[in-house]
Nanobody, 111 residues
Framework: QVQLVESGGGLVQPGGSLRLTCAASGSIFNVYTMYWYRQAPGKQRELVAGISSGGRVNYSDSVKGRFTISRDDAKNTVYLQMNSLKPEDTAVYYC?????WGQGTLVTVSS
């Protein structure tokens, strides 16, 4: 069974950048569409970005042009490069594939 482990969160000032990493254990990672979600305090979990096994990407309107999702199937890893971060990007970010979720990594954008 595939397990997902996120890393790379932290505290960053507005306008800064972070790169999140989701490492997957288990086989057949390269056939999964991978997603990043986030959940801010008091809000519902929302889709941030997705990348198919063929590399097709999609983004929520709130992050389009600022975030970039990518994957390295040789390393069983998916990334989320986040630039021009805003305080409203503060959330726990989760990696997802099918019904599998990671534990999340906290991103805090604050001065």
């Amino acid at each position: 069974q595939v397990q997902l482990v996120e890393s790379g969160g932290g505290l960053v000032q507005p306008g800064g950048s972070l790169r999140l990493t989701c490492a997957a254990s288990g086989s057949i990672f390269n056939v999964y569409t991978m997603y990043w979600y986030r959940q801010a305090p008091g809000k519902q979990r929302e889709l941030v970005a997705g990348i198919s096994s063929g590399g097709r990407v999609n983004y929520s309107d709130s992050v389009k042009g600022r975030f970039t999702i990518s994957r390295d199937d040789a390393k069983n890893t998916v990334y989320l490069q986040m630039n021009s971060l805003k305080p409203e990007d503060t959330a726990v970010y989760y990696c997802n594939a099918l019904t599998i979720w990671g534990q999340g990594t906290l991103v805090t954008v604050s001065s």
